[in-house]
């Protein structure tokens, strides 16, 4: 007879009720094996509320790079809220900003063109961002960015002035705590409360919070007496809040500064407070929950501002919520949440929590911690029958499952051996390495076995060479404290290998091994140090002149636009310098290019020497150099006083010879200065500004400095109009020659002056005065002087054929002069017309002859073989030299017309004429008196014996068709 236990489950299988049952149970336990057998571990089916809508494309742009737990709190809220509202996360873009790490312009620079580039093509449907940072980012640097997309700005404050300049609508997540929520609960859950310390520092965020707890403090008056802790230093707080008594709570807000003015990190001092304090706590933040000995509050949660960012930005795409205004101002919600351990800590009354609040480290109750055993009890006699299945398939997938598990373990020993990266595992309790590849041994120029026996810190140099200044101890104790099992986090440091030799910067990734049994740290280092190297270099070629080493254009027009950005909101003054060296390019013609660029380099070594260390001086092409003074005033006058100052120190120091092989070299410069101020619209108005004054300095004569002033603006702009005009004028047939008659002794004309006129249709007559000296500096005067030789020959002739052949004196530029086709041209205009050369006087400046006076003089002679002759104009004026002038082909002197004008009462001036005349009759030379206007001139000069007059006493210059009709 078998015994009862073997023979009982036999019996029941003879009542088919009881087989059926059991096929049935199974049935649904294989078929719960096996689709367990076919899910990948830890994963499960993901619940889709809704159709995912198309094209709803959101930008989540943060400040501080992932790994931070508040960030990261808002961001998976906010992401794991859109898939349950079925909108599509791959369309959720996350771009974190990292500006605290990075502050060079450069980067900042970078960071927007890399996001338009990147989201040229992707219209987004909602931006949001977290905290300040972002939010004047998008501002000021992204305005192109999907411009008609809302914005969700969380953590962060935006005026409506600054939403209407940008044309987005905002809303706002506004930070805010319940203090008074939190008091009256605190009452209710410590009935014996009598008095509050408020635990703040001097940051601005904590005077903030005792100014709002001031105002609130009468609501309990006569019940609870508050206490600040702002004027006490770090120390001073730690005494204090280990002696308070009984009957007291402590509020504590965020901290970063105590009363000494020592800064600290929030969440540190957060637990070294909690620490100490002989009394509950109630804190208001939910990203240090837990972990500090708070008894917790109504709390601000990052995590649930994040879903609710996400339910507000889903009713945006969707239309359901549209915003009126620039700005809508949506305060955050604070959430019950206390710590149970620490209300049973302190004896509170648990009955008074609110019936919503979010408990943690509630122990269960009995029925919670006997659950399990009962329904798995249940659960297990329903199995019983379906256990030998079970285990079967079980054992053969543990089985596979080991199988799979060695060849995985031996793939990734392969992949974590041959990986390019040095890899070390650390046991976080023993705090030795139990696990290096080979690249880990060449990192640290140390054998495998001996970094088996070292710990991490090992490996490092010394804090004070890492890259950000940070304790690698006080890093990894952070990092630890803080990182989540399975997730990372990536710094840069410095490792000095074992063996000796360079540091070699690298970049460090920490990953916490995501186990139950064993706490371990994987540590990966990439050597960095080559593309540092490379970024450096590109960086230079990007903003440095390559031959100076200097700031070029493109890094001055960044340090422009910054200290714009600065003067127009601190209202400081900046001054900017444009300087061009004077005769550079004699020096490059005279001795090559190569001494030019030795000659510049010498330049750039003395304006840095003289400049301070915030100051600019950049090479911005040539031998043009611009300066940048930042802050050298408040007001404009003193500031300029300064900058004219620097100015001249540079002019005096730049003049100073530089000795450049056996050759010394004097650089004089020019300089223009002009003030950056709070009114300074463009970095473009300002390099005009500076130019604009330092062309004013090299016409003054080079050498000088020149400040600008607005009506040099005004000055360039008439001066452009008037040679755009000017180039128009011939061929719009606005110039014409006008006649004035030259009369002898007895009055009748014996001769003439062609006189150029110009007729504009808006500003009437123009003076040659204004136009012939822009011609000259523009070189237009060879066009004009072409014209009139063209139109003064034909004049000779249609005198001649009138009956009246006498000569006519034309003006002639010196720049005419040094033509090598000049005389060419005169050849081909006396063919042309058959004007007889013999009537042709050319008039030449008198100043002007000094220069290249030899090839002048060639070419005078030239001329007078044709038959010209020539006279020399407003004689007396300049500087001509006897020896030279009876070099000169001459026919004829004319007396300047401010001599004449003195005449006969003026004794300078009758010396002056008497000398001419004179000079005159021992050179046998024609004479002609400009600017005869009264008969008591003309009676003086005849009586001299003045041979020709000239002037508005005896004939204005008229059109010649005109001068032919007074001749009758």
């Not at 991490?456 to 101890?473: K, N, T």
Request: proline share 6%; with cysteine; net charge neutral.
């Amino acid at each position: 007879m078998a015994p009862m236990g073997i023979t009982f489950p036999f019996r029941c299988f003879a009542n088919p009720a009881v087989r059926s049952g059991l096929l049935l149970v199974w049935g649904l336990v294989l078929a719960g094996a096996l689709v367990s057998a076919q899910m990948p571990p830890g994963r499960t089916t993901p619940a889709v509320t809704g159709t995912p809508e198309v094209g709803k494309q959101v930008l989540l742009l943060l400040q501080p790079g992932y790994g931070r737990p508040g960030v990261d709190a808002y961001v998976a809220s906010f992401v794991a809220t859109w898939r349950q509202l079925g909108m599509p996360v791959e369309k959720v873009y996350v771009e974190y900003l990292d500006l605290a790490r990075n502050p060079d312009p450069a980067y900042r620079k970078l960071s927007r063109e890399l996001l338009l580039h990147k989201y040229a093509d992707r219209a987004l449907d909602l931006v949001v961002t977290f905290q300040q940072t972002p939010l004047n980012f998008l501002l000021e640097e992204l305005p192109t960015l999907s411009p008609t997309a809302p914005v969700i700005a969380s953590n962060a404050s935006i005026s409506a002035e600054q939403a209407a300049r940008s044309g987005r609508r905002f809303l706002r997540q506004d930070v805010s705590f319940d203090y008074a929520g939190t008091l009256d609960i605190a009452l209710k859950l410590f009935p014996d409360t009598r008095k509050v310390l408020v635990l703040g520092g001097t940051g601005v965020p904590d005077l903030a919070a005792r100014r709002e707890l001031e105002a609130l403090a009468p609501r309990w008056q006569g019940r609870l007496q508050f206490d600040y802790t702002n004027e006490l230093s770090y120390e001073q707080i730690l005494l204090r809040l280990a002696q308070l008594p009984p009957g007291t709570i402590v509020l504590r807000t965020t901290f970063n500064r105590d009363a000494a003015g020592k800064t600290f990190s929030s969440a540190d001092v957060g637990v070294a407070f909690s620490r100490v304090t002989s009394v509950p706590t109630f804190y208001l933040f939910d990203t240090r929950f837990g972990v500090e000995s708070s008894a917790g509050g109504m709390m601000y949660a990052i995590g649930t501002e994040g879903e609710r960012a996400a339910r507000l930005g889903h009713d945006l795409v969707q239309g359901r919520l549209v915003l009126q205004q620039a700005v809508t101002p949506l305060p955050s919600r604070s959430v019950p949440m206390f710590d149970w351990a620490q209300l049973q800590r302190w004896g509170a009354d648990t009955s008074a929590l609110p019936p919503d609040s979010v408990i943690i480290h509630r122990p269960p109750s009995l029925y919670e911690e006997h659950r399990t055993l009962v329904l798995g009890t249940g659960a297990a006699l329903l199995v019983l029958s379906g256990m030998v299945v079970t285990l079967t398939l079980q054992n053969r997938r543990r089985r596979r499952a080991e199988q799979q598990a060695l060849d995985s373990e031996a793939s990734v020993k392969m992949l974590v051996e041959n990986a390019p990266e040095a890899i070390v595992v650390y046991d976080l309790d023993s705090g030795l390495c139990v696990e290096a590849n080979r690249n880990a041994e060449v990192l640290f120029a140390c054998p495998r076995a001996e970094i088996l026996r070292s710990d991490l810190l090992r490996f490092f140099a010394p804090d004070a060479v890492q890259p950000d200044g940070m304790s690698v101890r006080r890093f990894l104790d952070t990092t630890l404290a803080t990182l989540p099992r399975g997730q990372h986090v990536v710094q840069e440091c410095r490792v000095r290998p074992v063996a000796g030799g360079a540091d070699v910067l690298c970049e460090m990734n920490l990953l916490q091994m995501p186990s139950d049994r064993l706490r371990r740290l994987r540590v990966s280092f990439v050597d960095i140090t080559e593309r540092r190297e490379n970024e450096a270099r590109i960086h230079r070629l990007a903003f440095y002149d390559p031959m100076t080493d200097l700031p070029n254009r493109r890094l001055l027009m960044d340090r422009l636009a910054m200290a714009l950005h600065t003067a127009q909101r601190s209202g400081a003054c900046t001054a900017v310098l444009f300087l061009d060296l004077d005769h550079f390019k004699n020096v490059n013609d005279a001795s090559g290019h190569a001494v030019g660029d030795a000659l510049l380099m010498q330049v750039a070594q003395r304006l840095s020497s003289l400049l301070r260390e915030q100051d600019t001086v950049a090479r911005i092409g040539g031998d043009e150099f611009v300066i940048l003074l930042p802050h050298v005033g408040e007001e404009s006058h003193p500031a300029s006083l300064v900058a004219l100052g620097v100015a001249e120190k540079i002019r005096k120091a730049l003049q100073q010879p530089v000795a450049l092989g056996r050759q010394v070299y004097a650089s004089g410069c020019s300089i223009g200065v002009t003030l950056l101020t709070p009114q300074s619209r463009s970095v473009d108005d300002l390099l005009r500004e500076a130019d604009t004054a330092m062309y004013r300095a090299k016409a003054a004569g080079r050498n000088a400095i020149a400040f600008y002033e607005p009506a040099m603006h005004a000055e360039v702009q008439e001066r452009l109009a008037l040679e755009l005009d000017l180039k128009h004028a011939i061929g719009a047939g606005q110039l014409a020659l006008h006649l004035q008659t030259q009369v002898d002794a007895t009055g009748r004309p014996c001769g003439g002056e062609l006189l150029l006129r110009w007729l504009h249709p808006a500003r009437g007559y123009v003076s040659p005065a204004q136009f012939i000296p822009l011609a000259e500096s523009t070189g237009l005067i060879l066009e004009l002087g072409h014209w009139v030789l063209a139109q003064g020959c034909q004049m000779l002739v249609t005198l001649a054929q009138a009956g009246h052949a006498m000569p006519l004196s034309i003006n002639i530029s010196p720049r005419q002069l040094r033509e090598p086709d000049f005389v060419a041209q005169v050849r081909r205009a006396l063919a042309d017309t058959g004007a007889p050369a013999d009537r042709l006087i050319f008039e030449v400046t008198e100043g002007h002859l000094v220069e290249d006076v030899d090839k002048i003089l060639a070419r005078m002679r030239e001329l007078a073989a044709l038959g010209i002759r020539f006279s020399i104009d407003d004689f007396g004026t300049g500087y001509s030299s006897l020896a030279y002038l009876n070099r000169m082909p001459l026919y004829e002197l004319k007396i300047d017309r401010s001599f004449v004008q003195g005449l006969p009462d003026d004794l300078h001036a009758r010396g002056i004429v008497e000398t001419v005349l004179s000079i005159a009759r021992n050179f046998s030379l024609h004479v002609v008196a400009e600017g005869v206007e009264t008969q008591a001139q003309a009676d003086y000069l005849l009586k001299s014996g003045c041979p020709s007059l000239q002037g508005y006493l005896y004939a204005r210059p008229v059109p010649l068709p005109d001068w032919l009709a007074q001749q009758g």
